[in-house]
């Protein structure tokens, strides 16, 4: 029960006369009595709270930066039509910063008996699971003066996906990849080691891949096909330590990781590899394997939607076993972590022989664009302090980059923007060269 602004202007204009003329107890009950008996009545006249029925339904998810739709339908059983104000609680993050107010609040009337439908438009501003909170109804009388007020809970979760912002980069390196398999109207053969299939000779055409025996059988030049292997093993590491939470621009570093695993991830299930996600600090965050082509994106997606970096040091050693397990045969470990210095020359470095004795390797590594920036700033002593500063954080990470390709391992280090390409050229040149 709560009385409104109406009630409190009645009262207050009221009281101003009264004060003049006769003021007293007599005077104040000649003007609250009359308000009294009204707000009771209009009490007694607004449609009972917790009696209403509440239902939910709409999206379960959305992408990091679209709208989800959340409808909620009230149902007014009792014998007074309902006039109310409806306040469908979520949490902060479920908005923009300023846009909660007019995004979850509504108003609505429910005739006696019958239901009406309020939509609540999310816009999430993180990832993650994104869980209802209490549904506030405050129901008005006739007359506006007093209102009934109640909450309810109606459950209901919606999963903020990564936006895979990188998807743009898809069709040019699908062109690529058609390129390797040898089936565009391009004049050089497919690259790769595995044979495709024979093909009548073009002008232009590597004449070391004539096939002499075929051309002997048939009245025209055939010349071999080629394609890269196919029904490979990808396995996506990534690194949920505390050097993860690092935020390089508007994100963690974890989110830029995932947009370009997404990336390698659809290209390698278009090119017919098998690909499996495995995300560890000191334990296993997730683990995904075993999908089909066409399952393997969404389920991606959906792992990755919850996972948040952790504040704690990566376990290498226990992270290292843990790809081997999931990964029982020679395959492709893309592990996306840091290149600073201590990470990985006190963690990563003993326990790496283990991996790339049996597996090839491959670290992806998110760069921020602000110390490229700092390294060529100029005009003033502060300036000059940063550029230094930067200039030596930019040798450090390539004195650690060194150290991995001395070791076999292919080193992928770029800004978020130009990491998911850069990425996907990486292991296009690994299947190019029948590195896989």
């Known amino acids: 029960m709560a009385l ?51 239902t939910r339904s709409g999206d379960t998810s959305a992408r990091l ?7 909620l339908t009230v149902t007014n059983p009792s014998g007074r039509p309902l006039r109310a104000r409806l306040r469908d609680a979520w949490p902060p993050s479920s908005w923009r910063p300023g846009t909660e107010t007019t995004a979850s609040r509504h108003s609505l009337t429910v005739p006696a008996g019958e239901r ?55 069709p040019s390196k699908l062109s690529r990849l058609r390129e390797l398999d040898g089936r565009t109207s391009v004049l050089t053969r497919g690259e790769g080691t595995e044979f495709d299939s024979l093909r009548e000779y073009v002008p232009g055409d590597d004449t070391r891949s004539i096939d002499w025996r075929a ?35 508007d994100a963690p570093r974890l989110d830029a990781a995932m947009d370009a695993a997404l990336l390698l991830a659809a290209l390698a299930s278009r090119a017919g590899d098998r690909v499996d996600l495995l995300a560890y600090d000191r334990r296993v965050r997730a683990l995904l394997q075993g999908r089909t082509a066409g399952d393997v994106l969404p389920s991606l997606v959906n792992a990755m939607a919850t996972l948040e970096p952790e504040l704690v040091e990566t376990d290498a050693r226990g992270l290292t076993a843990t790809a081997l397990r999931s990964a029982p045969r020679r395959s492709l470990i893309v592990l996306f972590t840091t290149l600073d210095a201590a990470p990985i020359e006190e963690g990563l470095l003993p326990v790496l022989p283990q991996l790339t004795q049996r597996h090839t390797v491959l670290v992806a590594s998110v760069a921020d664009p602000h110390v490229a920036r700092m390294a060529e700033a100029r005009g003033h002593t502060d300036a000059v302090y940063e550029a230094a500063a930067a200039a030596q954080a930019q040798s450090e990470r390539r004195h650690v980059a060194d150290q991995l390709r001395r070791r076999g391992v292919t ?26």
């Open 4 to 54: 409104t602004g109406r009630a409190a202007l009645i009262a207050a204009l009221g009281s101003v006369p009264i004060g003049i003329w006769d003021p007293g107890w007599t005077g104040i009950l000649a003007v609250n009595a009359p308000l009294a008996a009204a707000c009771a009545c209009d009490f007694a006249l607004a449609a009972p709270v917790r009696r209403l029925g509440l």
């Open 411 to 436: 080193v992928v280090d770029a800004t978020p923007d130009e990491l998911p390409p850069a990425l996907a050229d990486a292991y296009l040149e690994l299947k190019a060269t029948g590195r896989l």
């Open 116 to 170: 009406r439908r309020v939509t609540t438009r999310l816009r999430p501003t993180r990832r993650g699971d994104r869980h209802a909170d209490r549904v506030t109804i405050r129901s008005y009388g006739p007359l506006g003066l007093l209102t009934r007020q109640g909450t309810h809970r109606v459950p209901w979760t919606v999963r903020v996906l990564p936006p895979f912002a990188s998807r743009k980069h898809l």
């Open 65 to 71: 930066g679209e709208t989800a739709d959340v409808t």
């Open 215 to 249: 051309t002997a059988r048939h009245s025209t030049v055939a010349v071999r096909t080629w394609r890269p292997e196919r029904d490979r093993h990808i396995l996506l590491v990534l690194d949920t330590g505390r050097t993860s939470a690092g935020r390089v621009g």
